[in-house]
């Protein structure tokens, strides 16, 4: 019998991330109706958190880590964030849409547990504020800056059906894991 290691992206597809070439990952997310739909929400957030926990058991995110719900096969506007500062509070998007952006930016790598095994350089504002629901319907307007403003802008991305090499400078192409010198190192 012979074993063949899996590839970081196998291993995420095995917990259940849908993976780069699922059609469901290029479809908007629909919006909830809250709080008629908070009980909904609610299932979903969880859903999210048990996949994020075994994501954990399978890397160890050093820039923090984010889920959407599209990528386990939720076509639901619900992602949550857990920020890689110790002691940070878990974040919570529903219908989060970005209303303002700083025009500072900076290029950095970023990856994606649905295509697991590579890393691209992807500009993007330095801040962002972003608007979302809480589960009783309210609206929250939310800044976000440097790396959470990144993990945010990701996985928005997310609920609106683009990947982050849709968002790469003209001409970049993304690297092999392999190649990828970032690991294990928080936000430059």
């Not at 699922?22 to 979903?44: G, K, S």
């Not at 995110?61 to 940070?88: M, Y």
């Not at 970023?110 to 009783?136: A, K, N, Q, T, W």
Request: hydrophobic residues 40%; proline residues 6%.
């Amino acid at each position: 019998m012979v074993s063949k290691e899996l590839t970081p992206a196998h291993r995420m597809a095995a917990i259940g991330i849908l993976q780069r070439d699922d059609p469901a990952l290029r479809t908007p997310a629909r919006l909830f109706d809250l709080p008629r739909e908070a009980a909904e929400a609610r299932q979903i957030i969880d859903r999210i958190r048990r996949s994020m926990d075994l994501v954990a058991r399978a890397h160890v995110f050093a820039k923090g880590v984010g889920l959407a719900a599209p990528q386990i096969g939720l076509d639901r506007a619900a992602a949550v964030i857990r920020p890689a500062e110790p002691g940070a509070s878990e974040i919570v998007l529903l219908n989060p849409r970005v209303v303002d952006q700083s025009r500072r930016r900076d290029v950095q790598y970023e990856g994606c547990m649905s295509f697991f095994d590579v890393r691209g350089r992807v500009d993007r504002p330095l801040s962002v504020e972003v608007e979302h629901r809480r589960l009783d319907g309210g609206l929250v307007i939310t800044r976000f800056t440097g790396g959470l403003a990144r993990h945010a802008g990701h996985e928005i991305d997310h609920l609106e059906g683009r990947f982050y090499t849709d968002r790469m400078p003209a001409g970049d192409e993304v690297i092999p894991l392999s190649q990828y010198r970032g690991s294990g190192r928080p936000w430059g």
